[in-house]
Structure formats: C-alpha cells, structure tokens
C-alpha cells in the first residue's frame, strides 16, 4: 500500500513548493543545456537552408557555365510558311526557294465493299519496302477489320485504316508513318477490294539556292525540316513559294535571363548568411550563425569570384550584394560572344611542345576540375570511319547500296540514268534525312568514298554494294595531367583520378600524325584551363554542399551531433532530477512523519501531566 502525504499537514510548511524550488535551482543545468540545443538546432537548420540555397546557385551556374548550349541568336524568316530556329551564337542567313513539299506514300484500294467484315485478302498480305525487302502479313479471316489491325499490329511503318466514302461503302487505305521518297511501298493481296491504287506519291521536300541556272544547287530533305544545310540553323518549310529568306542574328537576350537568375540565386545566398549572422542591438540577440566562420567565409568567397571574374553586366554593389547591368551585358555579347562565353564557362590556352604546329581547343569541365596548367600526351589521334565503293566499273540501276550502324541504316536505289554526281546527291541527301552522320564524295576513281561526320569507333558503320574498309573509326588516345585519359571521337577527358585537371575534357583534333610524331609518345604541349564566373560558381556550390564532403553539409551534420549529444545529457538530467525530486520527497516525509510521531508524544505527556495533577489534587482533600 503507497503512502500518502499532505504537504506540511503536519509542520505547516507548504513543502511541495519547497521541493519544487530546490528541483528547480538544481534544474538550472539543464536549462542551460535546452537552450544550448536549441541554439545548436537554429544553426543546423540555418545551414540546412542555407546549402539548399546554394545548391540552387551551382544549378543554375551549371547550366550557365555550359556555354556550348547557350541560345544566343534569334531567327527571322520572311515567310509565313517558313520557321526557324537557331543554336550557337553567330549570324546565318540563307535565301532559297521551296520547290516541292514532302509527302507520306499512301495507298487506297481500287473499290469500295460492303462493310468492315467483308473478306478482302485471303490469310495473308505481302508489303514490300523500296529497297525491295518483302514482309508477309497475317491477316485473319481476311475481312477488311483483321486486314487493318493485321497491318498495324506489324509496325513496318506503314498505318493502314478502312475509310467509310458513303454509307455502306468502305475503302481500304494505308498510308506510311514517315515522309519522303524512301516511304514508298507497296501492298499485294487485297483481292476482293480490286487491288490497290497509288492515292499519294511519297516525295522529299526540295528547296533550290541560288537564282543562276548555271551554279544554283537543289538539296532535298524526306521530311519538310532541313536542318544542318546552314551550321546552327534549322527550317520547317510550309508551301511551295520563291524567295525565302531566313535569318539567325546574335541575340544575348536569353543568355542575359539565365545570368539574371543566377545573380539573384547568389543575392539569395548572400542575405541568407547577412540575417543569420547579424546582431540586433535592439533585442541584444544574434542571428543562429553568428560568429560562424564558415558561413563568413562562404559570403567572402562569393563576392571575391564576382569581383575578379570581369563578367560582362555584373557587378557588386556597395551594400555587398550583386547587380546586373542587362544593357551592359547585351552590348557585350553583340560584340564579341566568344569573349563572353570565357568570362562565364571556361577556357583554355594551349602551349604546344618542340615541334608541335596543332592546337587543343576547350571542350568542357566540370565542379571537380581546377585552375591550372597541365599536361597533354596524345599517344594516337582520332580518327573517321571511311569506306570505299568501286561499283565494279559502273553502278546500275537498280543496285542498292546499304549503310548500317547499330539499328540506323540507310538505302539508296541507283536510278534509270544515274551518274556517279546524282549517286552522291541521293545518297548524302538520305543520310542527312536519316541524321545518319556519313558524307560521300568521288573518290576520283570512278567510285565513291564514304566518310563518317565525325571521329570515333561509336561512328563506325558498313557499307554494302562491294564496299571495302578504308579507315576504321577510332577514339582518340592519350593522357592529361600525366593521368590515363577517356576519348571519344576528338574529345579526351580526364573523367577520373586525382588533382585539379579532373574532369577536364578536350578536343584534339586540331593535331595532325605529325605533331603526334614529333611528340614521340611524350607531352604534345601543356593546357591552361581558367574557369569563368559561372563555372568558378558551380565549383564553389559543390564543394560547399557535397553530400559528403561539402563544407556546409559537414558543418550542419556537426551542429546535428551536438544536438543529439546534448540531448543524451538532457535526458540524463531528467533522471537525476527526478531521483532528487524523489529524495527530497521521501526527506520531507521522514520529517513530517516524525513530527507527527513527536506531536502525538507531546500530548500523550500532555494528557498524562493532566491526569497525575487531577489525580494529586483528589488525594489532598
């Protein structure tokens, strides 16, 4: 049975208060730690919030630094029928007339049935390609339903639908998903529906430039887009018409919206770290971060970089904080945007050894790489895939001649009356259809050499019709900064190891075998890479908020650990008071316990001091 206590019933003390109070004074220690935790707390979130917003910094400056994807130039184009666009930063325009549109082959049968299970085919249809290839259907009972979802159900690209004309009359019509002259096919089988007719010739769109009929050139696309005709500029066209202009001119507007944005990510930053590390004179407080150094020294690193970048329309204010001039930055970019790009990606000077006559251009870089000179080794260039195509003394027509890469391919029937002029025409129109990557040319001989567009065993391909390797494809090979080097095509890079050149990738295919020659296997010179301000940025960012290694994510899982450390001391305390509460409790107890014990003794005396007078009075008389 638990003992029950009235405070002070006995001494008259209000002894709860009393043990409250002694609990309270002792208490003091951890009230002190509370407010160290939550202190410790308001930093680490103050951190925590803080590295969010300078992820949001090395995103945009990322993208910003990645000056190969700016969109720097606006188009015009002097038709309606007729859009552009535009990549790269350079003015472009060409003047052309649009000959012809293309077209999808289509196909419609000859007659009209009854209705969609009215049988039209017998078991099977047969579809044959351009190139000649044949592809057997199923198709069911052979009503005109199982026709068209026979057709459909084989993806040979080709979509087959049956067409009601009237009522109760219903036409078979299959058209090709693609356009262009190489969609052209034909459908055998359809018996019962009379066969089927041509409803559209499947053509190339065709543009000519030039107004001289002696030196005015056709190009041909199998959709209605031509793009790669003109570097950087594209173009859908929409009708039939003469004199199209289409323009793409230098236009730093969009360029100029991303460096906005990205100042204002940084003045973000930089008033995040302005509140939590300010004093209030007023309330005698500071912010969670003051007094930290991390955070103070993050704010003078971001305005060191903006101050020694020279970047075109930004600059620092005198309240510490960054401002853009989007007048300042346009006039720039108009002028020079290769300047432009440097002050904000990165660039690279390269200093070429004894007998070294070629250049290695900047490609890219990444968070990781540093400023620096290093060095450069090419063991082996790159090198473009060719094949050669004798045509056995002639082409005839008929012949096909294949280009296969992976799953990419491409087919060119040689025509009634075709010269080797008209063979390179049709066969480098369907590979730019086909964004294939390989150039024919005359080899001179009679017959044709075929080259990939760019170096690299990726751009390996095969060429049928008697074709003979020339050249395989090759990924160039070499070093950088003394370290085993990753190439692809022309471009090395450093995608591992250690130091500052990690990261850093480029293009070498301003080397010959000669300069490779004269480096006899040794450095073919040293690279200077010098970050911009967006790159220089987007380094800062991931060095400070590495999941790992970052300075802020590390201060911030510091501050954690105190807080969880201080509250292993508070839930301590919380013990210790508790056993002091119940110590004091059981003191008190003991008191008024004994002073209850000591009352009842004092009037038991009492009482019996009364009766022995009572008694001693009665005797006397």
Not at 137 to 143: E, H, K, L, N, R
Not at 298 to 317: D, E, F, K, P, Y
Not at 461 to 476: E, I, N
Not at 541 to 549: H, L, P
Request: charged share 10%; glycine share 12%; hydrophobic share 40%.
């Amino acid at each position: 049975m638990s003992q029950v206590t009235i405070s002070g019933a006995v001494s008259g003390l209000d002894t709860q208060s009393i043990i409250n109070q002694l609990v309270s004074v002792q208490g003091n220690q951890q009230t002190l730690l509370r407010t160290q935790q939550s202190s410790e707390q308001s930093a680490a979130d103050a951190l925590g919030k803080l590295s969010t917003a300078l992820s949001s910094v090395g995103t945009l400056a990322g993208a910003l630094a990645a000056t190969s994807t700016w969109t720097g130039a606006t188009t015009t184009s002097s038709s309606s029928a007729v859009t552009a666009t535009a990549t790269g930063t350079a003015t472009r325009s060409l003047t052309f007339d649009v000959t012809q549109l293309a077209a999808a082959h289509a196909l419609v049968s000859a007659t009209a049935v009854a209705s969609t299970s009215s049988i039209v085919a017998s078991g099977t249809v047969t579809l044959t390609a351009p190139d000649g290839s044949q592809t057997a259907i199923a198709v069911g009972t052979g009503s005109l339903a199982d026709v068209v979802a026979g057709i459909n159900a084989a993806n040979k690209g080709v979509a087959a639908t049956a067409v009601q004309t009237s009522p109760g009359q219903y036409r078979l019509q299959v058209a090709a998903t693609s356009t262009g002259a190489a969609s052209a096919f034909t459908l055998d089988g359809i018996d019962a529906a009379g066969g089927m007719n041509v409803l559209t010739e499947g053509q190339d769109a065709a543009i000519t430039i030039g107004s001289n009929p002696d030196t005015a050139y056709a190009v041909s696309s199998s959709s209605n887009t031509f793009s790669g005709l003109v570097p950087g500029l594209s173009f859908t066209v929409g009708k039939v018409e003469s004199g199209v202009t289409v323009r793409a001119s230098v236009d730093g507007t969009a360029v100029a919206g991303q460096v906005s944005k990205l100042v204002d990510a940084v003045n973000a930053v930089l008033a995040q770290i302005s509140t939590a590390t300010a004093y209030n004179t007023t309330t005698k407080s500071g912010g969670p971060l003051i007094g930290d150094s991390g955070a103070r020294s993050l704010q003078q690193q971001l305005l060191s970089l903006v101050s020694g970048a020279g970047a075109a329309g930004v600059s620092l204010t005198r309240d510490g904080t960054l401002a853009v001039d989007q007048s300042a930055f346009l006039s720039a970019f108009a002028a020079n945007p290769d300047k432009v790009k440097a002050a904000f990606g990165a660039t690279s000077t390269f200093s070429a050894g004894v007998g070294v006559g070629g250049t290695a251009g900047f490609s890219s870089a990444t968070r990781a790489t540093r400023p620096g000179t290093y060095d450069l080794q090419i063991t082996s260039r790159g090198a473009r895939e060719q094949w050669s195509l004798s045509g056995n003394g002639g082409f005839v027509a008929g012949q096909v001649i294949h280009l296969e890469r992976g799953t990419s391919s491409v087919d060119y029937t040689v025509q009634d009356g075709d010269g080797l002029d008209q063979i390179i025409a049709g066969l480098n129109a369907k590979a730019s259809a086909a964004n294939f990557g390989v150039t024919t040319r005359d080899d001179g001989a009679g017959g044709l050499l075929l080259t990939a567009d760019s170096s690299g065993s990726a751009q390996a391909f095969s060429a049928s019709l008697d074709g003979v390797q020339v050249a395989a494809g090759a990924d160039v090979q070499g070093t950088i900064d003394g370290q085993p080097a990753k190439g692809i095509g022309d471009i090395l890079s450093l995608t591992s190891g250690t130091g500052g050149a990690v990261g850093l990738s480029l293009d070498t295919s301003g080397f010959s075998d000669a300069d490779v020659a004269a480096a006899a296997g040794g450095s073919i010179g040293t690279v200077a890479y010098v970050p911009g301000l967006a790159q220089r940025l987007a380094t800062l960012a991931g060095d400070e908020t590495n999941s790992s290694t970052g300075v802020l994510t590390s201060a911030q899982q510091g501050r954690l650990t105190e807080v969880k450390n201080l509250q292993a001391q508070i839930d301590d305390w919380d013990t210790r008071l508790q056993a002091y509460r119940d110590q004091l409790t059981q003191q008190f107890t003991a008191m008024e316990t004994a002073l209850a014990s000591l009352k009842s003794q004092t009037s038991s005396l009492a009482g019996l001091s009364t009766s022995m007078l009572s008694n001693s009075g009665s005797s006397s008389g």
